[in-house]
């Protein structure tokens, strides 16, 4: 069984930064693409970056030139580097990945990490 787990979270104030890692565990035979997505209260989940096994990066317009997403592959470790933080940004922020456990992939999500940024 493969499993993600988010840490980092925080409270921080407008202009802060914080760092998000996600840790994944298990039996892991590779890890494909991975990435991180928000939902904040009373809105649908969205996506904040996603990058490749490649490390290509993707991001939404929303967070473009603030957040940073990169990967340690020989950890297994999933980061996002999130600079001039806005009260916008506050929301529970899962970790995603497409997991290969032997011949069998998995949809993996971790059980979320709470991001608050006061104004």
């Known amino acids: 069984q493969v499993q993600l787990a988010e840490s980092g979270g925080g409270l921080v104030q407008a202009g802060g930064s914080l760092r998000l890692s996600c840790a994944a565990s298990?039996?892991?035979?590779?890890?494909?693409?991975m990435g991180w997505y928000r939902q904040a209260p009373g809105k649908q989940r969205e996506l904040v970056a996603v990058?490749?096994?490649?490390?290509?990066?993707h991001y939404a317009d929303s967070v473009k030139g603030r957040f940073t997403i990169s990967r340690d592959n020989a950890k297994n470790t999933l980061y996002l580097q999130m600079n001039s933080l806005k009260p916008e940004d506050t929301a529970v922020y899962y970790c995603h990945a497409h997991i290969m456990d032997g011949l069998k992939l998995v949809d993996c999500w971790g059980k979320g990490t709470l991001v608050t940024v006061s104004s």
């Open positions: 298990g039996s892991i035979s590779s890890i494909n693409d």
């Open positions: 990058i490749s096994s490649g490390s290509r990066m």
